[in-house]
């Protein structure tokens, strides 16, 4: 059974870290891009940063842009999203997603890019 399983989320007052978890179950992460992306209630869900299959491509949402970074580790079957600063704003379910059949650079935008998701994990900044 293919899955991916998000961790690390929680309640953080404003200002602290979080790092999120993003496991692969079933196939290996390495050959797909994977996003974050987050739904705040009421809101749509929308992009938040994705790296590109050979890591070497990432970007970022312009509200989260110096604070959070996305990263990769191959051998941990693993990518994280580790989120400095955090704001009230921040808080939302946040969702990894990976997208497959795309070149090492390429960085996909699109929900429809994605093939699998995960459940997502809940992030809540309040003090």
């Known amino acids: 059974q293919l899955s991916l399983v998000e961790s690390g989320g929680g309640l953080v007052q404003p200002g602290g870290s979080l790092r999120l978890s993003c496991a692969a179950s079933?196939?290996?992460?390495?050959?797909?891009?994977i996003g974050w992306f987050r739904q705040a209630p009421g809101k749509e869900r929308e992009g938040v940063s994705c790296i590109s299959r050979s890591g070497g491509n990432t970007n970022y949402e312009a509200s989260v842009k110096g604070r959070f970074t996305i990263s990769r580790d191959n051998a941990k079957n693993t990518v994280y999203l580790q989120m400095n600063s955090l704001k009230p704003e921040d808080t939302a379910v946040y969702y990894c997603?990976?997208?497959?059949?795309?070149?090492?650079?390429?960085?996909?935008?699109?929900?429809?890019?994605?093939?699998?998701w995960g459940q997502g994990t809940q992030v809540t900044v309040s003090s």
């Open positions: 997603a990976a997208a497959g059949g795309y070149s090492g650079s390429y960085l996909p935008s699109n929900f429809w890019e994605y093939d699998y």
């Open positions: 079933g196939f290996t992460l390495e050959d797909y891009a």
